[in-house]
């Protein structure tokens, strides 16, 4: 069974810098993509960015230069810092992978808090 951890989150005050992390366990296989989300309280989970196996990356318009992902092969590890962290960048960030190996298995972590304080 593929598990993820995040880990990484924290409080910070606005202006400040984290660095998070996500690792894949559970298979030697690499995942297809993955991905860091987010959700805010009372608000729908959403992309930030994310990385194939071709390391394509992808990142959501408010990353705005501030966020950079990066994947560790052949690890199943994913990076995610957030430099210039804003109020609004508050939230739940998930890590998640995609497997292809016949069927498509989609995985998601618990999730690591981030709180930024103005």
């Known amino acids: 069974q593929v598990q993820l951890v995040e880990s990484g989150g924290g409080s910070v005050q606005a202006g400040g810098s984290l660095r998070l992390s996500c690792s894949a366990s559970?298979?030697?296989?690499?995942?297809?993509?993955m991905a860091w989300y987010r959700q805010a309280p009372g608000k729908q989970r959403e992309l930030v960015a994310s990385?194939?196996?071709?390391?394509?990356?992808n990142y959501a318009g408010f990353v705005k230069g501030r966020f950079t992902v990066a994947r560790v092969y052949p690890k199943n590890i994913l990076i995610l810092q957030i430099n210039s962290l804003k109020p609004e960048d508050t939230g739940t960030y998930y890590c998640?992978?995609?497997?292809?190996?016949?069927?498509?298995?989609?995985?998601w972590g618990r999730g690591t808090q981030v709180t930024v304080s103005s």
């Open positions: 990385v194939t196996n071709s390391d394509l990356k």
């Open positions: 559970g298979t030697p296989i690499g995942a297809k993509t």
């Open positions: 998640h992978a995609r497997f292809i190996a016949g069927p498509v298995s989609d995985y």
